[in-house]
């Protein structure tokens, strides 16, 4: 662990060091509250230990501080005191130290508190592991690894409000395979996921680093194309479109003999500065027109 020890008293900060290495930590000094809060940003320590009386930031205003910032990893807070009172631990307590250990310090105590940090801390970084495992599954499709619509409507979000604040255009893209009921009639569901899987590799081989590729729904996909203009959104989602026929998957009860996708886009714009969910109802909208125009297209939605 790292350990950052906080003292006035130089005394009490040499047996306090010489106790944090003699368990094995690194350990950071400070001589005041001030040094301990720039060294506590710049290095983020596991563990910190601070005197409560100290010039500058005093320990209570230092765990008050620790404990207003929003970080991914839990600090254990020990707080140093010459003050034994049930009112001065509480008051510790209640500013957000875990333990408190009384002075003049007893290096075996403080190796034992240092013990269980070590543990608190290392369930702690367990549980923020989890916890980032958890999210990332709960906004990706299973099935293509792509994006779900979860993640989609938090990026939509994002992006919708600052291009509504530097007046940048981006488009969306409502992509949907081709017969795909069909395709699964004729080969099955386990050939209709792989064939899925296929078209949303050839998506997100096709699109640029910057854009965004979503699993909709069902057999249909979403792409999100920032800084991009509505001709210039059609001439990339037609080579997507040829991108997705580059990969001859054979299906018997398409016109064309193979796999095929249509896709609809609508675009936002200085003229037309409609929200997200009206967005994407004109791009479902332009491509329904491209099924009933005759499916392997793409069409512009109307604005």
């Known amino acids: 662990m790292k350990v950052l020890v906080a003292d006035d008293d130089p005394g009490s900060l040499l047996v306090a060091r010489a106790a944090v290495e003699r368990s094995g930590h690194d350990c950071l000094t400070a001589a005041d509250g001030d040094e301990a809060w720039a060294l506590y940003l710049e290095h983020q320590p596991d563990v910190v230990v601070t005197d409560w009386m100290m010039p500058g930031m005093d320990g209570l205003a230092l765990c008050r501080a620790i404990r207003g910032r929003k970080a991914d990893l839990y600090t254990y807070i ?3 005191t010459s003050q034994g009172s049930r009112d001065d631990v509480l008051a510790g307590l209640e500013a957000g130290a875990d333990d408190y250990v009384t002075k003049p310090l007893d290096p075996f105590v403080l190796q034992a508190r240092l ?6 801390t290392t369930l702690h970084a367990d549980l923020a592991h989890y916890r980032k495992v958890l999210a990332q599954q709960a906004r990706t499709d299973p099935l293509t690894g792509l994006h779900n619509r979860l993640k989609l409507a938090e990026d939509l ?5 600052r291009s509504q604040r530097y007046t940048e255009g981006y488009c969306v893209a409502m992509c949907d395979v081709d017969n795909f009921k069909s395709y699964n009639d004729i080969y099955g569901h386990q050939a209709g996921d792989l064939a899925l899987r296929a078209v949303a590799g050839a998506l997100v081989g096709a699109a640029r680093k910057s854009d965004g ?4 729904g069902g ?3 979403l792409l999100v194309l920032p800084n991009q203009s509505q001709l210039g959104a059609k001439a990339f989602m037609e080579r997507a479109l040829n991108t997705v026929r580059d990969l001859e998957i054979v299906h018997s009860g398409d016109p064309l003999g193979q796999l095929t996708l249509s896709a609809g886009i609508s675009a936002f714009t200085a003229e037309h500065r409609a929200d997200a969910d009206t967005l994407l109802g004109e791009a479902d909208a332009a491509l329904y027109a491209a099924k009933a125009a005759g499916r392997n ?3 512009l939605a109307l604005q």
């Open 78 to 80: 020990v707080m140093l």
């Open 115 to 120: 013990l269980v940090a070590l543990r608190v």
């Open 157 to 161: 979000e994002q992006l919708h409000a």
């Open 213 to 216: 590729v979503y699993r909709y």
């Open 219 to 221: 057999e249909e996909f």
């Open 297 to 299: 297209r793409v069409e």
